[in-house]
């Protein structure tokens, strides 16, 4: 069986930036989009033209900027939302509209005080009139995660009659459970007339933690589009982590999916946004945090030392981090002490390791963490440091 690609719908610029406090100017969305470009994702969303006239001035610099991905401009199923938004995209080499309504029962009835069919109607109209701006054109059914998929399925085949040629089917308050939502993709893989033409696409968050889970029980399930930010960047608890699901894919070769990004880029990506939002990446992050290939535990820190894959499924070079950091803390062992001493310039024998050894313990004790400097000053401390040979 032939391994299927998984589009990478990168939204940091647009959902992402959701985050208080996390907004961004003309010129540093400009950056991030360059470097999403080196990244390798397949569709940048750059944000919400309608939203302000920055958002607006932003959307059509990254779309006049962006050479090869698809640029997304998001709206309402709103006539002058998708006009504003065709006329952010214009000089796109691969532009795209998203447009799209709520479909659960809670977004019919007390956000539209609409009904079943009128959201269908609407949907259908809101992707036929974008349609007349652009070819590709994405519906999305915001809260799908909460809808009935029979109903569901309905609103899809409105929206591909109208001409979508991307379904997004958002668990938007991260409500789902992996198997429901994997679930859900397949009901509407099986049931939507026409699904042929449309590509399914995963949008969730991660309210529950469940967010990357979700997506990739998506792709299993037939979705061929991802999308996500980079960090797990988004309003609330953040979306989907580009960088949780590219490295699951490649870890997981056995699934048959694969991604067009450039992982040795994730880590350099991933501290720009962190940089230019000014929100610290959570050390315990999986993939791009601080802590993500850093080991303290003895146990943990011989195993690694004798061989990385002990411990270590990920090559910390296929995410753009030099290397695994061994941290020396009251819980490290000899091994450890060892290994961080002669990175610094010095062999231990056994027994000159014993007795340094009890000296960085006590040291370690009255302190978080041991660093080189440190390492120093024990060792020439030791009443063993005339006889330790220095390189």
């Known amino acids: 069986m032939a391994a299927e690609q998984i589009q990478i719908f990168d939204t940091t610029l647009r959902d992402g930036e959701q985050v208080p406090g996390c907004k961004l100017n003309k010129e540093q969305k400009l950056i991030i989009a360059e470097q999403l470009e080196h990244l390798g994702v397949d569709v940048i969303e750059a944000g919400f033209p309608v939203s302000s006239p920055g958002d607006f ?9 962006v050479k090869n991905a698809t ?12 006009d504003v938004a ?3 995209l214009k000089t796109a080499k691969k532009p795209r509209i998203h447009t799209g309504i709520g479909t659960s029962e809670s977004h019919i009835k007390f ?3 609409s009904n079943k069919e009128a959201i269908i109607e609407r949907a259908y109209k809101a992707v036929a009139y974008a349609k007349k701006y652009v070819e590709d054109v994405e519906f999305y ?3 799908a995660g909460r809808t009935e998929n029979e109903y569901l399925a309905r609103v899809c085949e409105a929206a591909i009659k109208a001409g979508a040629t991307v379904l997004n089917i958002p668990d938007t308050t991260g409500y789902c459970l992996p198997e429901e939502y994997g679930a859900k993709i397949k009901y509407l893989k099986e049931h939507v007339d026409g699904i042929d033409k449309a590509i399914l696409s995963c949008h969730c968050h991660n309210d529950l933690g469940l967010a990357t889970a979700n997506s990739i029980a998506g792709a299993i399930n037939g979705a061929r589009q991802i999308e996500c930010t980079i960090n797990g960047v988004g309003e609330r608890a953040g979306n989907t982590a580009l960088e949780e699901v590219v490295m699951v894919m490649k870890q997981h070769p056995n699934m048959n999916l694969f991604t067009n990004i450039q992982t040795q880029q994730l880590y350099r990506t991933s501290q720009l946004v962190s940089e230019h939002m000014g929100v610290n990446t959570q050390p315990n992050k999986a993939i791009v945090g601080a802590n993500a290939f850093a080991h303290s535990s003895g146990i943990h820190q011989d195993g690694v030392i004798k061989n990385r894959q002990t411990y270590e499924i990920i090559d910390p070079k296929d995410v753009g981090v030099t290397e695994s950091a061994i941290v020396l803390t009251a819980r490290s062992g000899r ?3 060892a290994y961080r001493a002669k990175l610094v310039g010095y062999e231990l024998t056994k027994l000159q390791l ?3 050894y009890q000296s960085f313990l006590t040291f370690a004790d009255r302190q978080k963490e041991v660093h080189d400097d440190d390492i120093h000053r024990i060792i020439e401390a030791s009443k063993v440091y005339s006889e330790i040979v220095i390189n």
Request: charged residues 25%.
């Open 57 to 65: 001035d932003a959307v059509a610099a990254i779309a006049s900027q």
């Open 71 to 82: 640029v997304c401009g998001l709206t309402r199923a709103v006539e002058n939302d998708i």
């Open 86 to 88: 065709a006329a952010a």
């Open 111 to 113: 956000k539209f005080n």
């Open 141 to 143: 059914a915001e809260d």
């Open 335 to 337: 091994a450890a002490l």
């Open 354 to 356: 014993d007795e340094v």
